[in-house]
């Protein structure tokens, strides 16, 4: 049975390759491309912690003057290992979502202790910078990457969905949501969905993706790939029902 994955394509092969163990055979069709966004900070060693929220920004974090004892606040456990990886010493993970990384970065930093930096891409909701800042922190942002909308799925996508092979689709995040839906538009894909199930990581992709019709939507348990790999395993019997 054939799937979509809509990440990049770094990320898009390690699941694949997982998914494979489970009998469904992946297509890589990245909805977004990300692109690092050059940023200087100054006075960096005044922030008393640096939250980041997704690994695209470790191109752009590693080209600062950063002292790698810094506190690091990041989202999930995937994103962590990364920054770990790369030598940083003082990195924690909210192992969730956002509300889960707000309420470690108020557990651990005391407004009076000096800013915080939010490294975070070029379209975020806004909830954490609100947050922090309405709790008394006072808050630097920087946009130190982009996700660039991808403007068809691949060739081969398109011909397994529109022959009907597909039965499930893998989605990361809103911002692909909302990006595969104007594909599916754009290409008159809409029917080629009615027997596909979406993947969703978390509510708030899934609330994005309802604006098409699938034959299901199922939601991760937690925003991890372990986490959808685990719903993939429990329904692929279902998907070809």
């Not at 990300?34 to 008393?48: D, L």
Request: overall charge positive; hydrophobic content about 40%.
């Amino acid at each position: 049975m054939k799937v979509i994955i809509t990440r990049t394509e770094p990320d898009s092969k390690n699941l694949a390759a997982k998914l494979s163990e489970i009998g469904m055979h992946s297509l890589i069709s990245p909805v977004i491309k990300i692109v690092s966004v050059p940023t200087r900070v100054k006075n960096i060693s005044q922030f008393q912690s640096i939250i980041i929220t997704s690994k695209n920004t470790l191109a752009t974090i590693e080209t600062l003057s950063l002292n790698k004892k810094t506190p690091l606040f990041c989202v999930g456990d995937a994103t962590a290992r990364l920054f770990k990886k790369a030598g940083f010493s003082n990195v924690r993970s909210a192992s969730g979502n956002s509300e889960d990384l707000l309420r470690i970065v108020k557990q651990s930093c005391n407004p009076v202790s000096g800013p915080v930096l939010y490294l975070a891409g070029q379209n975020t909701r806004g909830l954490i910078e609100r947050e922090l800042s309405q709790s008394g922190y006072i808050m630097e942002k920087r946009i130190v990457y982009r996700a660039e909308a991808a403007t068809c799925l691949t060739d081969a996508a398109q011909q397994a969905l529109r022959s009907r092979e597909v039965v499930g689709i893998f989605i990361f995040s809103p911002r692909s949501a909302m990006i595969l839906n104007e594909l599916i538009r754009k290409f008159s894909l809409q029917d080629s969905l009615k027997p596909v199930t979406a993947f969703c990581l978390s509510e708030i992709v899934a609330k994005e993706a309802s604006n098409t019709v699938w034959k299901k939507i199922l939601i991760s348990e937690k925003p991890t790939q372990k986490s959808i790999l685990a719903l993939a395993k429990k329904n692929s019997k279902s998907l070809l029902n």
